[in-house]
């Protein structure tokens, strides 16, 4: 199975970043995890991009904040998949973010999820191997069951509750 490359701007992005290890991890997909910055290690953070196919990555997430270049530094430089996820800070509560990782030019797509949606962003990559990995398609069908599964739970819950 492709490895997830995970790659965050800064430590800071951990709360956000575990979100997604906890979801890959439970999807049984291996990851490696970076701290690269697009303007203080731009060489370290090419060079990964660069060599991300061949090191056996099938994507890629990269997490930033504020001005929020990584993840289309990263695009810039692999055709590999890369999934962007804002992250907020205390300037504009992340829509500086939002708006960085987005707007990228035509030719260097950057999929971008929720500020702060680490979760989603390890499902997408899950989604994308997932294309070619029939086992993974199955735990990722598996899952969505699992989690309607709960909602009805708590349907239940309130209805007792309140429908009365």
């Known amino acids: 199975m492709k490895k997830v490359g995970i790659?965050?701007?800064?430590?800071?992005?951990?709360?956000?970043?575990?979100?997604?290890?906890?979801?890959?991890?439970?999807?049984?997909?291996?990851?490696?995890?970076?701290v690269y910055s697009a303007h203080r290690t731009p060489e370290q953070a090419r060079d990964f991009a660069l060599n991300a196919r061949a090191n056996g990555f099938g994507a890629i997430i990269a997490a930033?904040?504020?001005?929020?270049?990584?993840?289309?530094?990263?695009?810039?430089?692999?055709?590999?998949?890369?999934?962007?996820?804002?992250?907020?800070?205390?300037?504009?509560d992340g829509m500086d973010a939002l708006l960085s990782t987005v707007m990228?030019?035509?030719?260097?797509?950057?999929?971008?999820?929720?500020?702060?949606g680490g979760a989603n962003a390890?499902?997408?990559?899950?989604?994308?191997?997932?294309?070619?990995?029939?086992?993974?398609?199955?735990?990722?069908?598996?899952?969505r069951q699992n989690d309607a599964a709960k909602v009805l739970e708590k349907d239940a819950e309130i209805a007792a509750r309140f429908n009365k």
Do not use: Y
């Open 7 to 34: 790659v965050m701007g800064s430590d800071s992005d951990l709360p956000v970043i575990s979100k997604a290890t906890d979801v890959l991890t439970a999807l049984g997909i291996p990851f490696e995890a970076h």
């Open 122 to 143: 390890a499902l997408l990559c899950a989604q994308i191997l997932a294309v070619e990995d029939a086992e993974l398609a199955r735990r990722l069908d598996e899952k």
């Open 64 to 92: 930033a904040g504020m001005a929020a270049h990584l993840a289309g530094a990263i695009a810039a430089n692999t055709t590999l998949p890369v999934i962007g996820i804002p992250c907020s800070s205390s300037v504009l």
């Open 104 to 116: 990228m030019p035509s030719g260097i797509p950057v999929a971008t999820v929720a500020v702060n």
